[in-house]
């Protein structure tokens, strides 16, 4: 089945700088890649995705880019600000085709934005 | 348009006690997964409910069972409470009969604490 890691586990970052989060997948049938940030006590918010049919999307600060090839996806946030704070987690769902809807998830990385 | 919605937001039991959480989807999404998020972790895949029936399940015993009404409302059971369950359950809602089928948006979560 499908298995996801990311990278790093912790990132500190000075506020302004870019940071950038990584994830590598197994499936090469994985079609859709969202990202989610959690901040503390709270639920997982869908900020960016993309599908396999496109190498990159942005979203004002945000971006995320897929590497089908190497079954790895990333994900951009430029000029940071300490709102972005956050644990950020990837995620991979498998083609339907065998009746598997769900998502495979990333065990997240927590973003430090240094003041 | 109102977003997920679970309840109670907080629940506390003692061990071998039973317990029954509940979830709303999103208007319009016709399908709910259950989540369980330990302190620190990423989600954990408990099962999917779509047509009233489970369709997928994770690495959850037998005592984690569910239920999907024909409102597509979702309630997850959890039997035989241990301390180990204690954890944050979060709900998310899609829905399957669309090309964005496997888009997930999560309700506030329930925070369980076993005694």
């Known amino acids: 089945g499908e298995n996801v890691e990311q990278h790093p586990s912790t990132l500190s970052v000075q506020e302004g700088d870019s940071a950038v989060i990584k994830c590598t997948y197994s499936?090469?049938?994985?079609?859709?890649f969202p990202w989610y940030k959690q901040e503390l006590g709270k639920r997982p918010q869908l900020i960016i995705d993309i599908r396999s049919n496109v190498g990159e999307k942005k979203d004002q600060r945000i971006a995320v880019t897929l590497n089908k090839t190497a079954k790895h996806f990333s994900l951009h946030i430029t000029e940071t600000q300490p709102e972005d704070s956050a644990v950020y987690f990837c995620?991979?769902?498998?083609?339907?085709?065998?009746?598997?809807?769900?998502?495979?998830w990333g065990a997240g990385t927590k973003l430090i934005i240094k003041p | 348009d109102a977003g997920v919605t679970q309840s109670p937001t907080h629940l506390i039991k003692t061990r071998g006690q039973q317990v029954t959480l509940r979830c709303s989807p999103k208007?319009?999404?016709?399908?709910v997964s259950w989540y369980q998020q330990a302190l620190g972790q990423g989600p954990q895949f408990i099962f999917q409910y779509y047509e009233e029936e489970e369709r997928q399940r994770g690495n959850f015993p037998d005592r984690f069972s569910g239920h999907q009404f024909p409102n597509y409302s979702s309630e997850l059971n959890v039997n035989a409470l241990l301390l180990g369950d204690s954890a944050l359950y979060l709900c998310?809602?899609?829905?399957?009969?669309?090309?964005?089928?496997?888009?997930?948006?999560f309700g506030p979560g329930t925070r369980l604490t076993v005694l």
């Open positions: 998310a809602s899609s829905m399957r009969r669309a090309l964005s089928y496997n888009e997930q948006f």
């Open positions: 499936d090469s049938a994985s079609n859709y």
């Open positions: 995620a991979a769902s498998p083609s339907p085709g065998g009746g598997n809807y769900q998502l495979i």
């Open positions: 208007s319009g999404h016709d399908t």
